[in-house]
T-cell receptor
């Protein structure tokens, strides 16, 4: 159990375009999902907490108008990188905690590698 | 600010040896602790959770928790080259607080 998927696994886009990344919980419902970004050889950085049916909570320094998050159902959260630029090239990873886990273990999706040309 | 600290490594051990990875945390109120493994280019994978003082064993992995010393460790017995990865210590609050990770290299 506790499988989280992401789509696409990688994407290449031109500068100025928008890219949507999907995160799905496959065998559980998730009222909360988390979006992380990781640059090469650096630590995971939490970008935002995605809440089903309400607005996402963004970490300090993350532009909410650039990284749009929609958590429209209990199994799907999307991250849209708007007007992407080369500095947005990174590894984007989502995670979720299944209900019933005692201590909020988070399970991660496989990640989406974004390259902006 | 709640913090989780790890030695960044790399920690190099020969195949078959015991690898010992350490983590300290600042919040005395923390109740649970996680170890994630992250291979290069991949996302983190949960390998151990520990909530009580003492040891918890799962196969070749043993997590050790000492709440009085605010210290949690991960031992990997009979280390294999396939264990070469970055190991992340994490403490849950309303979100996960990660250490910077320790890179483990197991050489044949």
């Amino acid at each position: 159990g506790a499988v989280v998927s992401q789509h696409p696994s990688w994407v290449i886009c031109k500068s100025g375009t928008s890219v949507k990344i999907e995160c799905r919980s496959l065998d559980f419902q998730a009222t909360t999902m988390f979006w992380y970004r990781q640059f090469p050889k650096q630590s995971l950085m939490l970008m935002a907490t995605s809440n089903e049916g309400s607005k996402a909570t963004y970490e300090q320094g993350v532009e909410k108008d650039k990284f749009l998050i929609n958590h429209a159902s209990l199994t799907l959260s999307t991250l849209t990188v708007t007007s992407a630029h080369p500095e947005d090239s990174s590894f984007y990873i989502c995670s979720a905690s299944p209900p019933g886990v005692l201590y909020n273990e988070q399970f991660f999706g496989p990640g989406t590698r974004l390259t902006v040309l | 600010q709640k913090e989780v600290e790890q030695n960044s490594g790399p920690l190099s051990v020969p195949e078959g040896a015991i690898a010992s990875l350490n983590c300290t945390y600042s919040d005395r109120g923390s109740q649970s602790f996680f170890w994630y493994r992250q291979y290069s280019g991949k996302s983190p994978e949960l390998i151990m959770s520990i909530y009580s003082n003492g040891d918890k064993e799962d196969g070749r992995f043993t997590a050790q928790l000492n709440k009085a010393s605010q210290y949690v460790s991960l031992l990997i017995r009979d280390s294999q080259p396939s264990d070469s990865a970055t190991y992340l210590c994490a403490v849950p609050t309303d979100k996960l607080i990660f250490g910077t990770g320790t890179r483990l290299q197991v050489f044949p």
